[in-house]
């Protein structure tokens, strides 16, 4: 019976809320153990007895804790000022990938990164220790593994992607059931029946072998220089293994190589009785997944994909002409690598503000049809630096339940976008909103509550024009009604006509005066 | 029970004795009667110490009668304090008091422009322009008033004892007014009773901080003051009861009440020949400044001349118009046929002429038609089929007997006598109260909590009965010691002394009568002190915010959740998450948690209350679309199955499918119920045992024991085993509950993170 539970912190929507991760590995070791234990007997040790061992004994709890401290901006970890990943965790079946795969570490080593290789079923495996995670990434190169080693089970991955970590997930034919339930948490389904390949009788490539066409030469790429970088692809990839397709559901996993539209997804070695699952353009080769975190995923079905074989050979996609010294696979896998690692296609967007037009600061509440200006800063992260983004589709909406106002944001090329509009005529509690989801960019979405008032009682206008005639008929009215009293009065005494007369010229000059101050002679009116 | 009810009993009937005796002092000095011996002896002492004259005498006597029903007024009020705490009560009241909060610190401008952005999110409330100001000002008023003074009070304290003030203040109005319509022995017997009348103390106890607690004063005010200036056809008092409708419209929307029963009353005397210029002048005089001063209040504005509502006081005030001008023209004209015909075409124009003002009015829209509000006073059931939300308002129902009877105990009985003496002596007031009575009470038993605008009609009624019952049975008594004293002079006064001549005959008998109508009606009144003393201590002091229950061994249980809740969402929420709950709790929340809530008591959009119904009432992944479009952060609800506690969410829901269904027909009664039987446990309608509401009320209450002797899940409330114990919460997760699990907190889950 849990009576009183702390509400969870909201996740972060954007990436460069998450906490900083820790320093590396083996700092963290030494300094978290040393630090603490020294820590808290230089601040609980307040009898001074053993004078002669405290003295040291505080020194080094002061360097560790200085170290400690300084540690986080030593290190090359992710932080919300470097969104790049740093040190990757890589799982292997078995540690001769690590040789047969070697091009593809090496390219993440020179890039900057910190692999960790280890077996899948290691004991001592984890992703995190006293709370804090390792790692920055996942590399889950053991598609046959039945259960992790140590710590580490689906939960685990998923809360580690959760906390905004990013993961690569290779499935192969000999595909376990740990790892198809990874990639179904993420949104993926690979084909259910084990023994079924992508078998595809157009598209494989020239060099297969076997003859069952199930090397197949893929081009069907996602169409993003954001994932896929600027250089256009040119040959295909080489893919051999198991389909998936994305769970309707999901609206965040993307394909980022597919199935040509004869490709289908079968057992090669039996006959086909049945016509197969997933065919065509429905399968997915390899899939990228965003997460509202911004953490992403890459799911591919062929762990080969990544091998120094499959990078070196030369491939000619059957049926057509062009045969390539070098596949497809290298670039492709370095690019994708490279959107994944958050080297690319990182926004980051912050600052939002707005005030009313010819004042400074921001209000706390506007009215209605008041003229606004409107700030906000997105920046793209380009692997070292921040960069201004610059595009001309960012977009701000003014919304209460429904956008009120919908406006296209213009930038000064230096990261600044700016627009200004006016209030709508409906009081309410609005909210700025930037809801801006590109194709591979991270998504932003910001939001900023602002409440919107009604005129105050002194806000409208005092004297309209078309009331004319009854300001008329008032002032009429009260006039003949000192006429009327004056003449009453002056059939009775002279002296009280004489009162009235003054007071009546006294009334007018008042009235004649508070008009030129500009304050309005009746409250009623 | 309490001695000071009984004391200020006696001290009504020594009223009563006091004048009666005091105009038989002005015959022969009378034999001292021994039932009261105790006021004859107050009478000798103060004419032996302080030489006082007969009319001094009475008029110390009545003052101080006065004063002890004032002060007993107050403090037979403050039951609620002595049980409780000071704090303010239920629901609306802690509406008013964050507004007087609001008034206090930041002045009448800001309050009056006040945008309140925490409630109805997001639309927001304009409080200043919705909300009748009265009760807020006057609190504020007495709290400046007392700063002022010096005297260093928190403003929660005179929001909680505003009501006890003014019902106080009422007593004085209630005997002026007796005054005014009978004499001033029956104003002091009106004081008397309705200073403990329960009807009237249900909505005016120390916390009860609502409009009605200061309206209530406001409507007899003006009432008296219009009896008044009919009375006297005074423009001063007709200006006095102008600035009474003033303020009762600054204060209630019950002012409505008023504006119809003076035309209608003021119709009531024309058709019945009673037309004068004193009617003319306190009429016209009073709707013409009242309407213009009603129509500075921002929340009524023009709908004082253009609603439907208020047209009966137009149609009269012109209608008085055309008598005017009718007595002018027969006045000028001698021939009397030639005057009959000038009549019929004058009469035909004008009523022609009002109807197809009326008709073009209400066809182009510049006369709104009437509210729900109003039809549902003049057809009980036009809500019930029409209108849910009004329907679903408990204080809304039709009145049972037994609350007529718990509300007004011997009153019910008095007052057809009242009724009787009023008709025997029909004056322009006792007309006028009469029809106050009746009218009201026809609207009482239409909506349970009109019985507080009958009370004082009821009350100045039964004074009436009483006044006039215990002085005939007193001049009785007197008859028979005048026979003594006098026998010679009997014969002078013409007919009624031939009636006292038969009396005399049957002289013995009808003394001892006489004796013993006046002892029943001492203890009719004393079991009245009885009732209404053992109402406010029992029923009306409960602040429903604080529940109170007795133990298994009879001891005082409090229960204390709703603060423990609020208290939670203050110090465990962030500013700005908005709440979700039923209505019910909008007004707490706001006020106790100082967060945003979707919908509150004020319920002036039905859609956005139907859309919160709507979510409590779908499956629980619908639900959490809504929630989202709303921006929810938490949920609440009020669950009773564990205390007992049986006014909880569940057995409100049926009303939250109503409403909801009323406006997205998705949502269909029938759903919910299993053979039109409402019901939770293993034979409840699936889509019952699977909705948001049924979920988050029993998450996890099968896992409970709470009772010996029955099986886990037992829900005490409704007292079946619930039907659903296996409940599985997707998007939301449990966050708070309070210590017997009145209220339940879920906070809403962000959407999932990877698809």
């Not at chain 1, 804790?65 to 990943?85: A, G, I, V």
């Not at chain 1, 889950?140 to 580490?152: K, T």
């Not at chain 2, 319509?181 to 106890?205: F, N, Q």
Request: charged share 15%; hydrophobic share 45%.
């Amino acid at each position: 019976n849990e009576q009183l539970a702390i509400p969870q912190l909201r996740q972060s929507s954007y990436r460069h809320e998450t906490p900083p991760t820790n320093p590396s590995r083996r700092c963290l070791h030494l300094g978290y153990f040393g630090g603490k234990r020294l820590h808290k007997i230089s601040w609980s040790a307040p009898k001074p007895s053993p004078l002669t061992r405290s003295a040291p004994m505080a020194k080094l709890a002061i360097f560790f804790t200085l170290t400690l401290s300084l540690l986080p901006f030593l290190s090359h970890s992710f932080s919300p000022d470097t969104p790049t990943d740093r040190r990757i965790l890589v799982l292997l079946d078995d540690f001769s990938l690590k040789s047969s795969h070697s091009i593809f570490f090496t390219s993440l080593k020179s890039r900057g990164f910190d692999l960790d290789f280890k077996l899948a079923d290691d004991p001592k495996l984890s992703l995190q220790r006293y709370g804090q995670y390792l790692y920055d990434g996942l590399i889950l190169f053991a598609p046959s593994v039945e259960r992790f080693g140590g710590a580490l089970d689906v939960a685990a991955v998923l809360d580690f992607v959760d906390s905004g970590h990013d993961l690569i997930v290779a499935a192969d034919t000999t595909a376990s059931d740990l790892i198809k339930s990874v990639a179904t948490e993420c949104g993926v389904d690979f084909d259910e029946d084990p023994s079924a390949m992508v078998i595809d009788h157009q598209g494989y490539a020239v060099s297969d072998v076997d003859g069952d066409h199930t090397l197949i030469a893929a081009d069907e790429l996602i169409r993003s220089d954001v994932i896929l970088g600027k250089t256009k692809i040119e040959a295909p990839v080489l893919f051999k293994g198991i389909a998936h397709s994305l769970n309707a559901a999901n609206t965040l996993a993307l394909k980022v190589l597919s199935g040509s539209p004869s490709a289908y997804s079968a057992n090669p070695s039996a006959k086909l009785s049945s016509p197969p699952s997933l065919t065509g353009s429905a399968i997915s080769l390899v899939s990228v997944v965003q997460a509202r975190n911004n953490a992403r995923i890459m799911i591919s079905g062929s762990l080969d994909l990544f091998s120094n074989r499959y990078m070196k050979s030369s491939v000619q996609k059957a049926g057509s002409p062009s045969k390539y010294e070098k596949s497809g696979n290298e670039q492709f896998v370095t690019e994708v690598s490279k959107w994944l690692f958050h080297e690319r296609g990182h926004l980051k967007a912050g600052n939002l503000r707005h005030l009313k037009v010819g004042e400074t600061g921001e209000p706390a509440m506007y009215r209605i049809k008041d003229d606004l200006e409107f700030y906000v800063d997105i920046f793209e992260w380009s692997g070292n630096s921040w960069e201004p983004y610059v595009a001309d589709d960012v977009q701000v909406q003014f919304y209460m339940m429904s956008p009120y106002v919908l406006k296209t944001l213009s930038t000064d090329k230096k990261g600044l976008y700016h627009t200004s509009f006016k209030v709508p005529d409906v009081y309410g509690v609005f909210q700025f909103k930037v809801e801006y989801q590109k194709l591979g960019y991270t998504s932003l979405s910001l939001s900023k509550q602002i409440p919107v008032r009604p005129f105050r009682h002194n806000e409208y206008e005092r004297f309209i024009p078309t009331a004319f005639p009854y300001y008329g008929a008032s002032f009429t009215t009260i006039f003949f009604f000192y006429l009327f009293v004056f003449f009453l009065v002056i059939k009775t005494r002279f002296a009280g006509a004489l009162q009235m007369a003054g007071f009546f010229i006294f009334s007018v000059v008042y009235l004649y005066n508070n008009r030129m101050v500009g304050r309005p002679p009746f409250s009623i009116l | 029970m309490p001695p000071q009810t009984m004391s200020a009993k006696t001290d009504a009937t020594i009223g009563v004795n006091g004048t009666a005796k005091s105009t038989s002092n002005q015959a022969p000095p009378p034999m001292a009667l021994p039932a009261n011996l105790k006021s004859d002896l107050l009478n000798k002492l103060s004419l032996k110490s302080f030489k006082l004259k007969t009319k001094q005498q009475e008029l110390l006597l009545r003052v101080s009668i006065l004063f002890l029903v004032y002060v007993l007024a107050f403090i037979t009020r403050l039951f609620s304090v002595l049980r409780y705490e000071s704090m303010i009560h239920e629901f609306d009241p802690y509406f008013n008091y964050r507004t007087t909060l609001f008034l206090t610190e930041k002045g009448f401008y800001e309050f009056w422009n006040w945008f309140d952005y925490e409630s109805w999110y997001p639309l927001g409330r304009i409080v200043g322009g919705t909300l009748y100001p009265g009760l807020m000002v006057t609190a504020a008023l007495i709290y400046w008033g007392l700063r002022f003074l010096r005297f260093a009070v928190h403003i929660r304290e005179v929001c909680v004892l505003t009501a006890p003030f003014f019902a106080s203040n009422t007593t004085l109005v209630a005997y002026f007014f007796g005054k005014e319509i009978w004499d001033s022995s029956a104003g002091l017997v009106a004081a008397a009773l309705i200073a403990i009348c329960p009807g009237y103390i249900s909505r005016s106890v120390a916390g009860s901080y609502d409009n009605e607690g200061v309206a209530i004063f406001a409507l007899l005010l003006t009432f008296y003051l219009f009896v008044k200036a009919v009375n006297t056809g005074s423009l001063t008092w007709s200006l006095a009861s102008a600035f009474g409708y003033f303020y009762m419209v600054s204060a209630w929307g019950g002012y409505v009440f008023i504006i119809n029963l003076i035309p209608l009353y003021v119709l009531v005397l024309l058709i019945t020949g009673r037309y004068s210029v004193r009617l003319y002048i306190a009429y016209n005089c009073m709707y013409v400044l009242g309407m213009l001063l009603a129509m500075q209040i921002r929340f009524v504005g023009f709908q004082h001349v253009q609603s439907g509502e208020h047209m009966a006081a137009m149609g009269v005030f012109f209608l008085m118009q055309v008598f005017y001008f009718l007595d002018w023209v027969k006045y000028l004209l001698s021939d009397k046929r030639l005057f009959e015909t000038f009549l019929r075409i004058t009469v035909t124009t004008t009523v022609g002429l009002a109807a197809v003002a009326l008709g073009v009015g209400t066809a182009s829209g510049y006369i709104s038609p009437w509210t729900g509000r109003f039809y549902s006073l003049l057809d009980p059931t036009y809500a019930k089929d029409h209108i849910p939300i009004i329907a679903s308002v408990s204080e809304h129902q039709p009145t049972a007997w037994s609350s007529f009877m718990f509300d007004f105990h011997i009153l019910l009985f008095l007052f057809p006598a009242g009724l009787y003496f009023c008709f025997k002596r029909l004056t322009d007031a006792t007309i006028f109260i009469v029809m106050y009575g009746l009218t009201s009470m026809y609207f009482a038993g239409v909506m349970v909590r009109l019985i507080l605008v009958a009370t004082p009609a009821v009350c100045l009624i039964s004074a009436i009965a009483v006044s006039a019952t215990v002085k005939n049975l007193a001049q009785l008594l007197r008859t028979k010691s005048k026979v003594t004293q006098g026998g010679s002079s009997k014969a002078a006064s013409g007919s009624k002394a031939s009636s006292k001549a038969l009396l005399d005959q049957s002289q013995p008998f009808q003394r001892n009568g006489a004796i013993a109508l006046l002892l029943g009606v001492f203890y009719l009144l004393s079991k009245y002190a009885t009732h209404c003393t053992w109402v406010t201590s029992e029923a009306y002091s409960s602040p429903s915010i604080v529940l109170a229950a007795r133990g298994a061994h009879g001891n005082k249980v409090i229960f204390d959740d709703y603060r423990e809740a609020y208290f939670w969402l203050q110090q465990n929420t962030p500013t700005d998450a908005k709440v979700m709950s039923w209505w019910d709790y909008g007004y707490q929340i706001t006020a106790m948690a100082n967060r945003t809530v979707i919908v509150d008591n004020n319920t002036w959009n039905n859609t956005h209350i139907a859309t919160v119904g709507r979510a409590m009432s779908s499956y629980e992944d619908e639900a959490y679309e809504i929630m989202r479009e709303l921006d929810v952060g938490y949920v609440l609800v009020v669950f009773g199955g564990v205390t007992g506690y049986s006014s909880d969410d569940i057995n409100k829901f049926l009303w939250m499918v109503r409403i909801g269904g009323g406006v997205f027909p998705v949502i269909k009664e029938p759903d919910y119920l299993v053979n039109g039987e409402y019901r939770v446990d293993k034979g409840a309608a699936p889509k019952m045992l699977n909705c948001l509401m049924y979920k988050l009320c029993y998450y996890r209450f099968g896992e409970l024991m709470t009772e010996y002797g029955k099986p886990p899940g037992f829900d005490r409330a409704r007292g079946v085993e619930i039907g659903n114990k296996d409940i599985k919460l997707e998007h939301l997760e449990e966050a708070f509950t309070t210590s017997n699990w009145i209220v339940r907190i879920y906070k809403v889950k962000p959407p999932n993170n990877r698809w």
